[in-house]
């Protein structure tokens, strides 16, 4: 078990209408570092509007995001980014007709902006990142595939790695094991623990299983508030979140 430390990611009184509607009401939530914190819920609950809000998607009507002690709020998406907050979607974004390699490149923020893509250059850095984090994910066997003809489970892992390029303290995964076979589940709750050794990790998930195998805590969203919080065997033993979701 780990032991709980400072929060790198804090958000307080969060909020959202669209037209009237709340979809997020009043949500509170606490990452602490190194930690992979889970987000469960009934479709409708809010989990990925709250995902929005984070990294700048849609605009918070009330509330705060603070990032290591840094309002991230009112900031824009790429600067949510470079700051240190990942964000993968449901659906994989890869560049299909590239290979595991030429992705992974691409996703290197040296080669951020005009002058960076005019002049980027292989250094030995950014190779050894490449063959690191193709490692990490389990591909360092497929550089020269291309994306398109890989799994749907590989895909999921690829565009993770995408992301870790980057280096962020903060990774938001919304349903990553979703359409992968039982295999592949095990090998990437093996994979988020491992991310999680270095950095904080919040997923939005419905596998139950998955969750008790990834999750340092669980927060159970309905109707765009906060249920309930803790381990996994106590959200799953609380009846109201039998009640609105696990007994559905």
Excluded at 72 to 86: C, L
Excluded at 143 to 167: C, F, N, P, V, Y
Excluded at 221 to 241: T, W
Aim: glycine share 10%; net charge negative.
């Amino acid at each position: 078990m780990k032991i709980e430390n400072e929060n790198v990611l804090e958000v307080e009184d969060l909020g959202v209408s669209f037209d009237g509607f709340k979809a997020v009401d009043g949500f509170n939530f606490y990452l602490a570092k190194n930690h992979v914190h889970v987000i469960i819920g009934p479709n409708g609950a809010g989990k990925t509007t709250v995902l929005d809000l984070i990294c700048g998607k849609t605009k918070a009507t009330s509330g705060s995001v603070k990032f290591k002690g840094k309002e991230m709020r009112k900031q824009r998406e790429f600067k949510i980014v470079r700051a240190g907050i990942g964000r993968k979607f449901q659906t994989p974004s890869t560049y299909e007709g590239l290979t595991v390699f030429e992705n992974l490149e691409l996703s290197h923020p040296h080669g951020r902006g005009v002058f960076g893509c005019l002049f980027f250059r292989r250094t030995d850095e950014i190779m050894n990142r490449i063959q690191t984090v193709a490692q990490t994910i389990g591909l360092d066997g497929q550089m020269d595939t291309e994306a398109g003809i890989l799994s749907h489970g590989q895909k999921q892992w690829l565009e993770i790695g995408m992301l870790l390029m980057q280096d962020p303290e903060v990774i938001m995964l919304d349903e990553p094991v979703a359409g992968m076979s039982v295999k592949e589940r095990g090998e990437t709750a093996d994979l988020l623990r491992k991310i999680s050794k270095d950095r904080s990790v919040m997923v939005i998930e419905h596998d139950m299983e998955f969750v008790r195998e990834i999750a340092d805590r669980v927060t159970v969203m309905h109707m765009g508030k906060i249920l309930a919080e803790g381990s996994m065997d106590k959200v799953s033993a609380d009846p109201k979140v039998i009640e609105v979701y696990i007994g559905h």
